[in-house]
């Protein structure tokens, strides 16, 4: 058990050195233990390089089996000591994807898992999830996040919307209606803000009369009829699936997507890849909150 634990570590890390860290023990003893399973197992496990080391075909198999099994234990573990306290875990997202999409579903995470408390940083500077401040973010991107594991949560369509009751139908009707903004914490060529949005309709740029410092009271002023916000339909879902909100034309412009990132280390942390798997069933299912 011992010599599969080091192998598991050494294989997660791909490093003797960084496994040695995680169990408290000496990078020679890491290599021992693991060349002592290769022995008895007659194949090889690794090949070892100068700086780092990289899994055999044999190695590969055997890694992700052995990854499950050890959460798995520990979860078991876990589960039956009778003064286990709730895990805390730190998520941080932007005040818009909080607000907007994650809150409403919290309870249902809630629910499914008492065991685990998620407390929320919302920020529109990305934390630095290596210094321990959060253990797991959301962020809006193009999915470049250096020495951070990362998978796509949800995609980003911008489009007008508005409250029925204005009776937009057409672009002429935007001359007659206030147009609704917010600032961009970024900001490039690429950003689906109302210039980029004009510009794609074929379309005589309006006068934008209302701008918010965020996302979130654009999509407020919208569904109080005060005019039209060009948004992320994502955030907008619930209202435009209730009638409170209606697109009324295109054209819809790309955003960049919505990403779940963490840090490598904590990649086989129980208690983040339960709220990991967790969010990304919630985004798969396209339940409303």
């Not at 919290?106 to 065991?115: C, E, G, K, M, V």
């Not at 949560?153 to 057409?170: E, K, M, Q």
């Not at 900001?187 to 918010?212: G, M, N």
């Not at 005019?227 to 009638?243: K, R, Y």
Request: charged share 20%.
């Amino acid at each position: 058990m011992t010599a599969l634990r080091a192998f598991e570590a050494a294989a997660r890390h791909l490093s003797f050195k960084r496994a040695a860290a995680e169990l408290s023990l000496t990078a020679t003893a890491i290599s021992h233990q693991v060349r002592q399973l290769e022995d008895r197992l007659g194949v090889q496990l690794f090949v070892r390089g100068t700086r780092r080391v990289d899994l055999t075909p044999a190695g590969l198999s055997l890694f992700p089996v052995l990854r499950e099994s050890f959460d798995a234990m520990a979860r078991a573990v876990q589960a039956v000591r009778p003064d286990a306290m709730p895990r805390t875990l730190v998520l941080s997202t932007t005040m818009a994807f909080a607000s907007r999409w994650l809150l409403p579903r919290l309870a249902r995470l809630a629910t499914s898992r008492p065991d685990i408390v998620l407390h929320l940083h919302t920020s529109d500077e990305p934390v630095d999830l290596h210094s321990g401040a959060a253990q797991l973010a959301i962020r809006y991107g193009p999915g470049n996040y250096h020495g951070l594991n990362h998978a796509p949560l949800l995609p980003s369509r911008f489009a007008p919307v508005c409250a029925p009751g204005l009776r937009v139908r057409s672009l002429e009707d935007l001359e007659r209606v206030p147009l609704i903004g917010f600032e961009w914490f970024r900001r490039d060529s690429t950003t689906p803000d109302w210039p980029l949005w004009f510009e794609r309709a074929r379309h005589a740029a309006v006068p934008r009369q209302l701008q918010f410092s965020d996302e979130v009271h654009a999509i407020q002023a919208a569904i109080a009829g005060q005019g039209v916000a060009l948004v992320n339909l994502t955030l907008a879902a619930e209202e435009l699936s209730a009638g409170l909100l209606c697109q009324p034309f295109g054209p819809e412009l790309s955003g960049h997507s919505f990403h779940l990132v963490w840090p490598e280390a904590s990649d086989v942390d129980p208690a983040l890849v339960e709220v990991r798997n967790w969010l990304l069933d919630e985004a798969a299912s396209g339940m409303p909150p």
